[in-house]
Structure formats: structure tokens, C-alpha cells
T-cell receptor, first 115, second 113 residues
């Protein structure tokens, strides 16, 4: 069965500082991995995804994530935080080859950006 | 190009009542998934519809049922509402296939009193 653990329910950084949001997954088969962002009173927006191929994945808004199979991790980073990055971030996993409709989400990490 | 639209945006119901939530998928998408997001939690998969049939189902009781129409829109029905059903209900659409990401709507906030 698939599961996702997001370390740290809240992360605070200063504007311009590095953002690092941690995600570890458990999967019995090769996974597809995703990061989504949720702004208040809105749905989820896809930031980036890993399916196969290059393990460093670049997404929107300057975010990137690296798939590390040996560590079962898919941490999200951004070199320089912006105030507009303040939101909740969700890591998710699905089974390779299965419909992408069924995702298993972590509990989310709330990112606060201080001026 | 309209994205995923959900209605209503907010809803208040009483325990024991029934509720219907509606979703129109993004243009060109034919697969609809429903998720429940309780406060402070990540979304949990309820079920997925494709070609008007339930294709996959998560760990939710039979009180939760759905339907997909020929135009690909979908409804989520919840019977005998419990206080614990209070949540944000998210609809997501996608194209069939293993490389099609989900596009989410803004959700329906259901409050059960």
C-alpha cells in the first residue's frame, strides 16, 4: 500500500531564504510522485510530478524536487522564497501504471514566508 | 478554457440529511475523481468515474455514492449525514491514461450540524 509522510506540519522562512519541504513515501511498486499547492479557499494546483526518467524534476514558480529511491524521498525545494509562496503544500503518491486518479496524500505542510 | 467547476461552494446540512454535490470537469477531460479533505488533513480518495461507471473506490461507506453523466459531469451523494462528514469535497478531472495529471476544482465546503 502507498503512504506519504510529510515531516513538519508548519515551516516558516524569511523572504529570500531557501524553502525545503520534506516528503517520504512508502510504495510496494515504483511510484509516481507529486507536489500540489493549495491556497486558502481554493483547490489543489499541481506544482510538479515525477513519473520516470530524470530524478530532478522542475516545476512551476521556481520549485523543484528530487526523487531519491534509496531514501524513499521526494523533497520540494525553492532557492529563494517569495511572499506569494505562502500556502499549504501536499505531497502525493500513486502507483506506476495505475490511473492517476487515485492519489495518496500526505497531511500537508503549511509554509509561512516572513518579510 | 474553463477548469473544473464545482457547485455549490458552501453548504450547511443537518445530521441525517442527504446532500448532492456537483462537478463539471475541465474541457476535454472524461474522468472524474472525488476527494474528501477534512480540516487539517490531506485529501482522501472517495471514488473515480469513467464512462459513467465507478472505476475505483476508496475506503468510504456506502452512504457515499456517485454518478457520472454522458457529458462527463458528476455528482457525489452522501446519505444519512454525520458530523464527521463535514469537510471540503474536491472534484478532480483528468484524461484517461497513466500520464495525465489531475486538475482540481475549488471544492464544496460541507458543514454538518
Amino acid at each position: 500500500a502507498q503512504s506519504v509522510t510529510q515531516l513538519g506540519s508548519h515551516v516558516s522562512v524569511s523572504e529570500g531564504a531557501l524553502v525545503l519541504l520534506r516528503c517520504n513515501y512508502s510504495s510496494s511498486v515504483p511510484p509516481y510522485l507529486f507536489w500540489y499547492v493549495q491556497y486558502p479557499n481554493q483547490g489543489l494546483q499541481l506544482l510538479l510530478k515525477y513519473t520516470t526518467g530524470a530524478t530532478l524534476v522542475k516545476g512551476i514558480n521556481g520549485f523543484e524536487a528530487e526523487f531519491k529511491k534509496s531514501e524513499t524521498s521526494f523533497h520540494l525545494t525553492k532557492p529563494s522564497a517569495h511572499m506569494s509562496d505562502a500556502a499549504e503544500y501536499f505531497c502525493a503518491v500513486s502507483e506506476e501504471g495505475s490511473t492517476l486518479g487515485r492519489l495518496y496524500f500526505g497531511r500537508g505542510t503549511q509554509l509561512t514566508v516572513w518579510p | 478554457d474553463a477548469g473544473v467547476t464545482q457547485s455549490p461552494t458552501h453548504l450547511i446540512k443537518t445530521r441525517g440529511q442527504q446532500v448532492t454535490l456537483r462537478c463539471s470537469p475541465k474541457s476535454g477531460h472524461d474522468t472524474v475523481s472525488w476527494y474528501q479533505q477534512a480540516l487539517g488533513q490531506g485529501p482522501q480518495f472517495i471514488f473515480q468515474y469513467y464512462e459513467e461507471e465507478e472505476r475505483q473506490r476508496g475506503n468510504f461507506p456506502d452512504r457515499f455514492s456517485g454518478h457520472q453523466f454522458p457529458n462527463y459531469s458528476s455528482e457525489l451523494n452522501v446519505n444519512a449525514l454525520l458530523l464527521g462528514d463535514s469537510a471540503l469535497y474536491l472534484c478532480a478531472s483528468s484524461l484517461p491514461g497513466s500520464n495525465s495529471p489531475l486538475h482540481f476544482g475549488n471544492g464544496t465546503r460541507l458543514t454538518v450540524t
